[in-house]
């Protein structure tokens, strides 16, 4: 089941990225989604002589069709792009471009094509004052306007300088993974079919100011090299491919207007991927026994899916049944090994019940949640209201600081790290980690603040 999470937490959960591009957007997190593309990017990553475990795929919930990389190893899908793509292979196409942006080291170097531009920038600045001081002020303003259009076109055209080696890079592990470079060009050819319709020109003014070279030269660069490529006929993977339509089923439910997804995944679509449209189109209307009988459908398909016992649990959970989510949510619990997100989800139905005996449980899958992945917000905040119901306020406010240093509220993430702080043993790991929560605000805050003063001069 999707989860949202802010962007400042984006950011500190996939290895503390300050990226521009990512601070209006919404990170996805599902598992099934994140294991997906773990799989699909892992014969990449290898090809590009990179650990596997050092690259992530995150998902990002703006529809538009695009795909970078924002600092570190980790590659940013929008979620436009999968609704756009048909296959698995075309969404491994953009993944082995964004490798060639990591493994040519592109957001390291940005900062030289940017350095040229602002000398250009600054000399005329320079330039037209001196002018401007002489007398001469209309010739003055024409030197900074040039020196403005002059520094723009030299920092993106290193852009595409950049965009030209990803390509190769690309098709290069592509070839090595063995995966035909078919899918990166029929998506290219879907850019440039919107490229078309939108009358992109061609104009030689407009070209210069273009950040990426225009998708019908690209396809004619990169034809060549999949077609001589060894590859180039050998199948798609077969079971990467029902998995790339799972998930892109239930992105589009998740995030679309219910009516269009019942238009696009109709009553009549008996295949997984209808199942998971509809359940998410019905949940969001409030249809609950139409969204159960969607959920219903598919574990009758496959009873010991944890990812269709996952969906229904939320679902029960959600329209305020969490009694009759626990079995389910259980049992994709245990098929899972207890992963982060699913376990989070049934920590929370054991809470929600508002039964006590069910303290215990919660906290023991809680822990085990956060143990694995410490960037859960949602699970810190469950596992607080468990310490707190037993009376355990120390450990209530650690889990808060947790979950506020997270969520960007330092200043309360330093009240409560302190508070936990004056209940625990002295020296003990949970003491020593609110001190390290504290100090971590501390610093974040000040960031904060010296910020705000600059945005105020």
């Excluded at 099934?32 to 050092?54: G, H, I, M, S």
């Excluded at 936990?420 to 609110?434: H, K, P």
Aim: net charge neutral.
């Amino acid at each position: 089941m999707f989860h949202r999470i802010g962007a400042r937490l984006a950011a500190i959960a996939l290895a503390c990225v300050a990226a521009q591009p990512v601070s209006a957007q919404s990170l996805l997190r599902d598992t099934e989604t994140e294991a997906f593309f773990q799989d699909l990017a892992a014969p990449l990553v290898k090809a590009a002589d990179l650990p596997e475990r050092n690259v992530d795929i995150a998902l990002l919930s703006t529809r538009s069709i695009n795909a970078f990389v924002a600092g570190g190893q980790i590659i940013y899908l929008h979620a436009g792009l999968i609704e756009k793509a048909d296959t698995a292979a075309e969404v491994q196409g953009v993944i082995a471009h964004e490798l060639g942006h990591i493994t040519g080291g592109h957001i390291i170097r940005q900062g030289e094509g940017a350095r040229a531009a602002t000398n250009i920038s600054l000399l005329s600045l320079l330039a037209g004052i001196g002018a401007v001081l002489a007398g001469a002020g209309d010739a003055g303003m024409a030197a900074m306007m040039m020196g403005q259009r002059a520094a723009i076109g030299k920092f993106l055209a290193y852009s595409r300088g950049e965009e030209g080696s990803a390509d190769a890079a690309g098709a290069a592990f592509l070839s090595k993974a063995g995966i035909s470079g078919r899918g990166s060009l029929a998506f290219f050819e879907k850019l440039a079919g919107m490229e078309m319709r939108y009358a992109v020109s061609r104009d030689a003014e407009i070209e210069y100011i273009r950040s990426h070279p225009l998708t019908s030269d690209r396809i004619a660069t990169l034809r060549d090299v999949y077609e001589r490529d060894p590859a180039w006929g050998r199948p798609y993977d077969v079971k990467l491919q029902a998995r790339f339509e799972r998930v892109k089923a239930k992105l589009i439910g998740y995030l679309g207007e219910p009516a269009q997804t019942l238009r696009q995944y109709p009553p009549t679509d008996l295949s997984v991927a209808g199942h998971y449209a509809r359940a998410y189109a019905y949940h969001k209307q409030a249809l609950v026994p139409q969204a159960l009988a969607e959920t219903r459908a598919l574990i009758a398909k496959a009873p010991e899916d944890p990812y269709f016992l996952e969906l229904e649990g939320q679902i029960l959970l959600e329209s305020g049944q969490p009694d009759a989510a626990l079995a389910v949510l259980a049992r994709a619990t245990a098929l899972t090994n207890a992963q982060p997100l699913i376990a989070t989800l049934y920590g929370h139905a054991l809470l929600a019940t508002e039964n006590p005996k069910h303290h215990e449980e919660a906290e023991r899958v809680l822990r085990a949640a956060v143990a694995r992945d410490r960037y859960n917000p949602f699970a810190w905040r469950q596992l607080g209201t468990v310490y707190a119901a037993r009376g355990d306020m120390p450990r209530a406010n650690l889990a808060s600081a947790e979950q506020q240093v997270m969520s960007g509220d330092y200043l309360r993430a330093v009240r409560s790290a302190r508070t936990a702080q004056a209940g625990l043993v002295e020296n003990s790991a949970d003491w020593l980690r609110a001190q390290d929560i504290e100090m971590q605000a501390r610093s974040l805050l000040e960031r904060q603040e010296k910020q705000n003063r600059g945005r105020a001069g």
